[in-house]
């Protein structure tokens, strides 16, 4: 079955760390470029950070730069998202997402990162 | 930062009405635009990429136009599962997402 299957998410105090993990499976992983898209509650999505095919070229939203980092293992098809500083804004349902031709094609079912004290 | 703005904010229809979506970016993405379907407690689903080429599994009554700063996403009969929250998205510069475009039932 193709899918992406996200964990880690939680509740965290501001200034935290927690780090995200999302399954690949399906697909041939190492083909595609990979997202993080995060959605806060009552709002649209926004996109976080992607990483291209082989991990040499990555990109963030200006707000998490400095504070989040995307890698991935393309041995174990898997994605990861490294959140440090967690402000309270980053409160969101976090999705994996996959880069096909144009837009994200495929979406996992999100994990819920809360930032509170 | 590409911002893009859709409008209506919402969109009251009966089923079978014509639903017709805009989005207007605030410089040219070229073609790179998609548009999702988001239904409650689900993530969002992509309908439309390239502007204006349908995404696997899509149904033809989805469709959509447009290029440079003007797209438009057109229901043309709306089915009941097609009440939902619509979302515009550019990746010709980072990506970013519309506000959205609720579709409700009149």
């Known amino acids: 079955e193709v899918q992406l299957v996200e964990s880690g998410g939680g509740l965290v105090q501001p200034g935290g760390s927690l780090r995200l993990s999302c399954a690949a499976s399906?697909?041939?992983?190492?083909?595609?470029?990979m997202s993080w898209v995060r959605q806060a509650p009552g709002k649209g999505p926004e996109w976080v950070a992607n990483i291209k095919q082989d991990g040499s070229d990555k990109g963030y939203v200006d707000s998490v730069k400095g504070r989040f980092t995307i890698a991935r293992d393309n041995a174990k098809n898997s994605l990861d998202l490294q959140m440090n500083s967690l402000r309270a804004e980053d409160t969101a349902v976090y999705y994996c997402?996959?880069?096909?031709?144009?837009?994200?094609?495929?979406w996992g079912q999100g994990t819920m990162v809360i930032v509170s004290s | 930062e590409i911002v893009l703005t859709q409008s209506p904010g919402t969109l009251s229809l009966s089923p079978g009405e014509r639903a017709t979506l805009s989005c207007r970016a605030s410089?040219?993405?070229?073609?790179?635009l998609a548009w999702y379907q988001q239904k409650p407690g689900q993530a969002p689903r992509l309908l439309i990429y390239?502007?204006?080429s349908r995404a696997t599994g899509i149904p033809d009554r989805f469709s959509g136009s447009g290029s440079g700063t003007d797209f438009t996403l057109t229901i043309s009969g709306l089915e009941p599962e097609d009440f939902a929250v619509y979302y515009c998205?550019?990746?010709?510069?980072?990506?970013?997402f519309g506000q959205g475009t609720k579709v409700e039932v009149k």
């Open positions: 997402t996959r880069e096909g031709h144009g837009g994200f094609d495929m």
């Open positions: 998205q550019q990746y010709g510069n980072l990506k970013t």
């Open positions: 399906g697909f041939t992983f190492s083909r595609y470029w």
């Open positions: 390239g502007a204006s």
């Open positions: 410089q040219s993405v070229r073609s790179y």
